[in-house]
């Protein structure tokens, strides 16, 4: 195989072509799942895999494949990917670095006369975003089976479309049963990411290597108070049920903070009232929590306390509730020959790595169940992420894809 040759400007020039493909105004990114900017964002990347030469295939939940057969199909693949999904004012590298990243490593790979003995596959995972659905990570669940079929049937966005009305308009066909995976149909998982974290940025370092991920879940609380004219309601009879989120939302964080785990992390990430009038009292609201740690006895204990917590704030405030677990996942143990793999690619190109804890959650969480798993992580500005001025550099970029690629190489020999 001839040296490898990254090619960083057609890299970053396709990564700002994608982030030009938004619901909102650039440089701020939204592309929320089955909407028409991600069947762009789709249809862009499906058109760079043709390009490639990749073979593409989409399932039921419009999980998207493209394939670079090997000689032996009779081996199970080796598989890298991400998301192009994007949340309400985000970044342009979120998911992206890890979708657009692989096609430039194959192209990097075919360049250098590199011939794969095994197929390395590409995956477009559907809806790593909590966006449309309120649970993260929806085609990688429903391909290990965390997720069943039947909850993802019901699933609904805000407006009360089922995810079978969205995946119509998606051009999904198929019954969702079928994107269930069969263990080890992949030899490996390997998702290339930022860090969406400041460690490496402040190490100065250029390559994370992920050994653990983080365990998520995720509350969703519904309030029923009683509204009235914000000026003819007196203080002592008011059920405000906006006044009982907010007491919610503090118990999150005093649950969050009282661990004694630093790494419990407890956010309210979405609070909706209604009427939402400025001269009237709230008499709905709408709460969806997010609580994680990487130890599973802290995250249980502090969701257990919120849970405790809830039914105690509504009643001394004469609100009705209702509260609903989402999601509690158990965290992901990557593989450690994986792991060492990619320590060794760094050390053979000179790059200085770190293996580490990922806080943030991805599809590579739920991949664990299906095949042996690691990330590639590389450095971004502040640990910004989830937010317009997320950045990795250039140089930072095709580091990553560099290890990617020769991980790759050794994965599919």
């Known amino acids: 195989m001839q040296p490898l040759a990254i090619n960083e400007q057609r890299l970053q020039r396709q990564i700002d072509e994608l982030a030009l493909i938004t619901e909102a105004e650039p440089p701020v990114v939204m592309r929320v799942i089955f909407s028409e900017a991600d069947m762009r964002g789709r249809a862009f990347v499906k058109n760079l895999c043709r390009e490639a030469g990749l073979v593409l295939r989409e399932d039921a939940v419009g999980n998207i494949f493209a394939r670079w057969e090997g000689s032996d199909k009779n081996l199970p693949p080796v598989a890298s990917g991400s998301h ?135 509350l969703r609380v519904g309030l029923t108070g009683v509204g009235g004219h914000a000026g003819a309601t007196l203080m002592p ?97 990557c593989d450690a020959a994986l792991v060492q793999t990619v320590v060794e690619v760094c050390g053979e190109l000179k790059l200085p790595v770190k293996k580490m804890i990922s806080r943030a959650y991805h599809d590579t969480l739920f991949m664990a169940q299906v095949c042996p798993t690691t990330m590639i992580f590389i450095p971004c500005f502040k640990g910004y992420s989830h937010r317009p001025d997320e950045y990795s550099s250039p140089e930072q970029i095709k580091n990553g894809v560099t290890v990617l690629a020769h991980t790759l190489a050794k994965l599919a020999e």
Not at 97 to 121: D, M, N, T
Not at 136 to 154: D, E, H, N, Q, T
Not at 268 to 291: H, K, M, Q, Y
């Open 84 to 218: 192009i999904d994007a949340i309400p004012n985000a970044g342009k590298y979120d998911g992206v670095v890890g979708v657009l990243g692989v096609i430039e490593a194959i192209r990097a790979l075919q360049q250098a006369g590199f011939q794969p003995k095994r197929s390395i596959e590409l995956i477009i995972f559907t809806s790593e975003e909590p966006t449309r659905f309120g649970i993260g990570c929806l085609g990688s669940r429903l391909f290990s089976g965390v997720l069943p079929v039947a909850k993802a049937a019901a699933l609904k966005d805000r407006d009360g479309k089922t995810l079978d009305e969205w995946r119509k308009i998606g051009g999904c066909k198929g019954d969702l049963s079928s994107v269930l995976l069969p263990k080890d149909c992949y030899a490996a998982f390997v998702e290339l990411h930022i860090e969406q974290g400041p460690i490496l940025e402040a190490e100065n370092i250029d390559i994370g290597v992920v050994e653990k991920i983080a365990a998520p879940s995720t």
């Open 237 to 333: 009879g008011r059920r405000d049920a906006l006044l009982a989120g907010a007491e919610i939302a503090l118990a999150v964080e005093r649950a969050a903070t009282t661990t004694g785990s630093p790494d419990t992390v407890g956010t309210t990430g979405v609070f909706r009232i209604e009427p939402g009038a400025v001269n009237s009292v709230p008499c709905r609201a709408w709460l969806e929590i997010d609580l994680r740690d990487t130890l599973v006895k802290t995250r249980d204990g502090a969701l257990e306390k919120i849970e405790r917590a809830v039914p105690e704030i509504c009643k001394r405030r004469g609100v009705e509730f209702q509260m609903e677990r989402v999601n509690v996942d158990a965290p992901a143990i």
